[in-house]
């Protein structure tokens, strides 16, 4: 599939620095920082600094580098937050059926509360 990457996408603003984020850990490759309107009391957004749509499209076409840093920095970013030991929901929206929003690849970590079903009933 061939992607198409919207360079005006709200999380590559934040990568340029005009908008402010809440940086929870940054590293050469991803981002991690809070979403704007948490879902849960621990909700964190992982986002690899290069332009990728989907989690497809960073499987696909990132570097050996930039998946790991992305791995480790999740890895990070959860037992930073405390959420390992009583559990977390690791969400990633695609496109339309997945309901994403904001078309640059990124990691939900929600924690803190009970998560209920992981999918709505169609
Ligand atoms: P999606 O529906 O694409 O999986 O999720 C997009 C997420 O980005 C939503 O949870 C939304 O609250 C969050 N979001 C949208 N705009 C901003 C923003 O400007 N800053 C931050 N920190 N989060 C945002």
Do not use: W
Request: hydrophobic share 40%; with cysteine; net charge negative.
């Amino acid at each position: 599939m061939a992607y198409s990457y919207d360079q005006n996408n709200i999380f590559a603003r934040i990568l340029r620095g005009e908008i402010p984020n809440n940086t929870v850990l940054e590293t050469e490759h991803t981002l991690a920082f809070r979403d704007i309107a948490p879902q849960a009391p621990v909700h964190v957004l992982i986002i690899p600094k290069g332009p990728y749509v989907t989690y497809a499209h960073f499987c696909a076409e990132a570097s050996d580098a930039e998946l790991v840093d992305f791995a480790r920095v999740s890895a990070r970013v959860c037992a930073e937050l405390g959420v390992e030991e009583q559990g977390f929901r690791a969400i990633t929206n695609a496109g339309e059926d997945g309901v994403q929003e904001v078309p640059h690849y990124h990691l939900h970590i929600l924690g803190g509360r009970p998560m209920g079903r992981m999918v709505a009933k169609a």
